[in-house]
Nanobody
Framework: VQLQASGGGLVQAGGSLRLSCAAAGPTFSEYAAGWFRQAPGKEREYVAYISWDGGSTYYSDSAKGRFTIGRDNAKNTVWLQMNNLQPEDTAVYYC????????????????WGRGTQVTVSS
């Protein structure tokens, strides 16, 4: 499986963005997926997780209530809807996939896409 994230950009505080991740490969529906982010000078941080069938979703405390993760296995796509964005959400966002991930740990995911930059101005 290969992943390509898109949808990043510049937005004002309080605004919204929707990130998309397109997966290439016939077995993407067998993979759990998620999103991580990395701000300048900081470690990669877990954001959200979704199970292979979309039946289970989990969020970091910072994402809970503002972000929503979803997927469409028929279209090999995962998305992250981000609302009420704040300057501290500024980071490069990465989509990830694995059949058996350790969800909150970067090392727990074997497939990473190229990141997409999200910048939130105050």
């Amino acid at each position: 499986v290969q992943l390509q994230a898109s949808g990043g950009g510049l937005v004002q505080a309080g605004g919204s963005l929707r990130l998309s991740c397109a997966a290439a490969g016939p077995t993407f529906s067998e993979y759990a997926a998620g999103w991580f982010r990395q701000a300048p000078g900081k470690e990669r941080e877990y954001v959200a997780y979704i199970s292979w069938d979309g039946g289970s979703t989990y969020y970091s405390d910072s994402a809970k209530g503002r972000f929503t993760i979803g997927r469409d296995n028929a279209k090999n796509t995962v998305w992250l809807q981000m609302n009420n964005l704040q300057p501290e959400d500024t980071a490069v966002y990465y989509c990830v996939a694995d059949k058996t991930p350790a969800p909150t740990k970067p090392a727990g995911w074997r497939v990473w896409g190229r990141g997409t930059q999200v910048t939130v101005s105050s």
